[in-house]
């Protein structure tokens, strides 16, 4: 919902629903059931990985599309805005950031408009903004300026401008102070160390502080959130000079009971004047994080919301610790299921997780990285109720995804009004845009609730499990890159996982499509990828096997064998990052430095010991991704038979002289087959077998001359 208005004859257009029409007569306040974007905060003593997290909902129109771009570095950027006369123009270079922007035709066809969240080269990370209102007091002694920064350049300026977020704070409160503000904004600035609330509070009154460690924070558009800082400590917070005095002048200063500035009491509308659907959604995040409000603190009215809220705060103590990433991003979703402000069962509840959010981010910060990955900007580029968050590494990034829209595209698929329009969500989109896919997605699941909002949620999650588990494994070769090759593998990593998760979304959405052609619903919508027990895909996604060669898991051993023997097959074995996919293998004998294929393609080699030789053999795994890996050489000795012993040689046979008698010993002996031996063995046999024994005896004893 934008409102045109005039101003010096410029026609200028400004956002109704995170923003609000603002011009020559700037309005007191906006129509806060329009203001609908939500911003979260999660400090890392809170989560389960250790790290922070921050972010945000942009809500404006159901079907309105938003573009992820980089913004390249421009020699004294001149800045100016289609919502408001500001104009600046810097005196450096500024510096590459990347970019959530509104599509030009929304904005008198300029590619500048909301670049609203990004990260910049120097790890910087902006998200603006979260609008809120200030009380009519205040907009009479200190109004916006028709000629101040505002929701349209906000993080722009910061991005290409500022190394760090101090920077960052000090850059744009010192814009405030020359140029004034158009709106009442809060934007979080971070970088590796510390993020920063800054909050324009009116015309050239602001606030920052450092955002606490001890305490998270869910804000739905809400200016009077209460909260303590330390004025007087620069480290931690800075603020225009005229933060307290303007106030106090006009005598609008409130304080709390210790006498501490109550700076959003002071500056914000009062509690009664939000409306219900802010209000409920503030008490859905209360919800969401396990810190509901006491029952006296609120009254929800049937087909409104919550009324009666009184003395919400900025931050407060979550009712448990170990949140996930997943959590943390579906906290920007939530509707508030199962509790007393459960919009899915009352139509009439604002949500968090509502049918007009465009655009989602994250930002996951990690302490001790530096700055180039400190930071993963998630991204989610429609609804966040049946969307799924891509991890980028925006401070790296060169180049963008060719399924992330550009700001040259075809904007007529929106429709007619930017409404949920059922009917156009079933026309073809425009092809290869992410954007596009989740838009449609989310008209269809969230105007047939009762039988496609159920599946195409599982599914969703599945993917979204999918895509953190990936991650966790693509950032662990991330961290070990040196610094010179992580732009590449930044700009890798987004391709593979922006491309991997459009093809399954646009497969969804085709299903989604027959499902309501085919006219059937008495079942109800089942994505033919999700598997039986409705927790996980039936093909998994790929994304870590695009960056992540398989691993091998068993190593082939070599061995030593006698030509001939039967040899032990060489074996393989090998898994992929993602779990998904087939892997293939082939096997090459290693010559030298050369590698002759075998041929064998299977993870088992039968080894040939019918020659001789040492032969060295290793196995190429590859994915379905074309990442690649060798495993150990195995090398294979075949040695030739050993020979057989030699057997002990036989004695020479030998015939006997018998022309001679013979000198041996015992050659008296008449020899068996003479006439002698004949004669001699009869009388032997005759006289017994001692008359044998006997007669050798007694010729022996002759032999040796004892006769």
């Known amino acids: 919902m934008r409102a045109p208005f005039s101003n010096g004859g410029g026609s200028w257009l400004k956002r109704a629903a995170c923003g609000f029409a603002v011009g020559a007569a700037l309005l007191t306040t906006a129509p806060l059931n329009a203001l609908a974007c939500t911003q979260v905060w999660v400090p890392n003593q809170f989560t389960a990985n250790g790290d922070r997290y921050v972010g945000r909902s942009e809500d404006y129109a159901s079907r309105h599309v938003k573009i992820f771009g980089i913004q390249e570095p421009q020699k004294n950027t001149r800045y100016t805005s289609d919502e408001s006369g500001f104009d600046w123009t810097s005196d450096k270079t500024s510096y590459r950031y990347t970019y959530v922007r509104d599509h030009p035709s929304d904005w008198n066809d300029r590619y500048d408009a909301y670049s609203e969240a990004g990260i910049n ?52 409160g010192r814009l405030i102070d020359e140029q004034g503000a158009s709106g009442r904004d809060q934007i979080t600035i971070s970088d590796p160390n510390e993020t920063w609330l800054f909050c324009a509070l009116s015309g050239h009154q602001w606030v920052a502080y450092i955002m606490p460690k001890d305490q998270v924070s869910v804000n739905p558009n809400m200016g009077n959130l209460r909260f303590k800082i330390d004025l007087d400590d620069t480290k931690t917070c800075l603020h225009s000079k005229g933060l307290l005095s303007v106030p106090e002048e006009a005598g609008l200063l409130k304080t709390f009971e210790d006498g501490t500035p109550d700076i959003a009491s002071t500056y914000g509308v009062s509690d009664a004047d939000h409306s219900s659907g802010t209000t409920t959604r503030y008490v859905q995040g209360r919800h969401y994080f396990d810190a509901p409000l006491a029952a006296d603190r609120y009254t929800v009215v049937p087909g409104k919301g919550v009324i009666n809220l009184t003395e919400p705060t900025q931050f407060f103590t979550p009712g448990r610790g170990g949140w996930t990433t997943n959590e943390i991003l579906r906290s920007l979703a939530t509707r508030g299921e199962g509790t007393d402000v459960d919009a899915n069962k009352d139509a009439a509840f604002g949500a968090i997780g509502n049918s007009r959010t465009v655009e989602s981010h994250m930002f996951q910060i990690r302490d001790g990285l530096t700055a180039d990955i400190a930071t993963v900007q998630w991204e989610a580029l429609s609804r966040t109720e049946f969307s799924v968050f891509v991890p980028l590494y925006s401070a790296l990034l060169t180049e963008v995804s060719p399924y992330f829209s550009d700001l040259s595209c075809d904007a007529s698929h929106q429709g007619p009004g930017q409404k949920d329009n059922v009917e156009w969500a079933m026309k073809e989109e425009p092809e290869n845009s992410l954007s596009f896919v989740l838009m449609d997605i989310n008209t269809l699941a969230y105007n047939n609730r009762s039988t496609m909002a159920a599946g195409t949620r599982a599914y969703l999650d599945a993917l979204q499990a999918q895509i953190i588990a990936q991650q966790d494994a693509v950032d662990g070769v991330m961290k070990n890159t040196p610094a010179e090759g992580r732009t590449a593998l930044a700009n890798k990593a987004q391709m593979a996982v922006v491309e991997q998760t459009y093809l399954k979304c646009d497969k969804l959405l085709d299903e989604m499509r027959a499902y309501i052609n085919a006219g059937d619903f008495s079942k109800p919508f089942t994505p033919s990828d999700l598997n039986a027990e409705g927790n996980g895909l039936v093909d998994r996604l790929a994304y870590a096997d695009a960056i992540i060669a398989p691993t ?43 590698l002759v294929s075998t041929g064998v393609k299977t993870a088992i080699f039968s080894v040939d010991t019918s020659k001789v030789g040492e032969f060295a053999y290793l196995c190429r795994v590859a994915n379905d991704q074309g990442l690649a890996v060798d495993s150990n050489v195995a090398v294979v000795t075949v040695k030739a038979p050993a020979a057989p012993a030699d057997p002990k040689p036989e004695p020479p046979a030998t015939t006997p002289d018998t022309s001679k008698p013979s000198k041996r010993p015992g050659s008296g002996l008449p020899q068996t087959g003479d006439p002698l031996s004949l004669v001699a063995v009869s009388a032997c046999a005759l006289a017994g077998a001692g008359a044998i024994g006997y007669g050798v005896r007694s010729k022996r004893r002759n032999l040796h001359g004892e006769e």
Do not use: M
């Not at 205040?138 to 500022?162: N, Q, R």
């Not at 040899?567 to 290693?590: H, I, M, P, Q, R």
């Open 121 to 172: 080269e120097h790890g910087v990370s902006c998200s603006a903004t979260l609008t809120t209102n200030y009380n009519a007091g205040i907009k009479k002694v200190d109004p916006s300026t028709d000629t101040g920064i505002g929701e349209y350049t906000y993080a722009g300026v910061i991005l290409g401008e500022s190394k760090t977020a101090r920077e960052g704070v000090e850059l744009l």
């Open 552 to 594: 091998i898991t068993q190593q082939p051993a070599g061995a030593t064998y006698e030509q001939g023997a039967k040899a032990v097959d060489l074996t393989v074995a090998a898994a992929s990052a993602s779990g998904a996919g087939e892997l293939s293998y082939e096997w090459f004998n290693k010559v030298g430095d050369d």
